[in-house]
């Protein structure tokens, strides 16, 4: 049994905090912080989603966010919070933007949402690394060698599988998911190529 993704709760209103853990925890790991400084404790490679509030005591939640895209932290995050986006929003790295108040069921879809994306994301990365593969050994190979090879038939298969499961996921996303994940393939290219 796959372990449960984790979600990690950031919000200085302690009630609010813990009533967003309670709403996640039959389904997810969940870690709550009351602090930027807690949140980024809290931070590491095992985080799949981030919920963070953009107004934090000592340090915004925009500067978190930061942190978390500069630490290079694969994880989707959104802004859970009480200020209306604006164009300052434009420039900042978050995966999706929820304003407060959030209804349990809003919440619970928003975190499924985000987790999709990320595996879709995964998915993505794997079917061009074996694209790529391919496309390598095809130009150093003749046909009747390549036919003739069980690593090169199962590879060929394995690309055939993942195509699938790739179309039928784009078919569950809706159009703000799809821009959203390769805006995030974009955003990592962009880093890898630096």
Same mark, same amino acid.
């Given at each position: ?7 990690? &709760? &950031? ?18 790991? &969940? ?8 949140? $980024?404790?809290? #931070? ?6 981030? $919920? #963070?509030?953009? !107004?934090?005591?000592? !340090? @915004?939640?925009?500067? &978190? ?9 694969? =994880? ?19 995966? @999706? ?9 809003? #919440? ?23 694209? @790529? ?7 150093t190979k003749t046909d009747a060698e ?9 590879? =060929? ?6 195509? @699938?499961? $790739?179309? %039928? !996921? ?14 995030? $393939? %974009? ?8």
């Amino acid at each position: 049994m796959p372990e449960p993704a984790t979600v990690l &709760v &950031v919000e200085d209103e302690r009630e609010l905090a813990d009533l967003f853990a309670d709403w996640l925890a039959d389904s997810y790991d &969940v870690r709550t912080a009351y602090s930027a400084a807690d949140a $980024l404790d809290e #931070l590491d490679e095992a985080v799949d989603v981030v $919920l #963070l509030d953009r !107004r934090l005591p000592e !340090r @915004s939640g925009d500067d &978190v966010l930061d942190t978390i895209r500069e630490r290079g932290i694969d =994880c989707q995050v959104a802004m859970v919070t009480a200020v209306d986006p604006d164009f300052d929003t434009l420039e900042l790295g978050f995966d @999706s933007y929820v304003v407060k108040p959030v209804e349990r069921d809003e #919440l619970e879809a928003l975190v499924k949402q985000l987790l999709a994306r990320s595996l879709y994301n995964e998915e993505v990365q794997r079917y061009f690394a074996l694209a @790529s593969k391919r496309a390598t050994i095809e130009t150093t190979k003749t046909d009747a060698e390549l036919a003739g090879d069980d690593r090169y038939q199962k590879l =060929c298969e394995d690309i055939r599988e993942l195509r @699938s499961e $790739l179309d %039928q !996921r784009v078919a569950d996303l809706d159009d703000e998911d799809f821009l959203a994940v390769f805006h995030d $393939l %974009q955003t990592r290219d962009e880093a890898t190529s630096d």
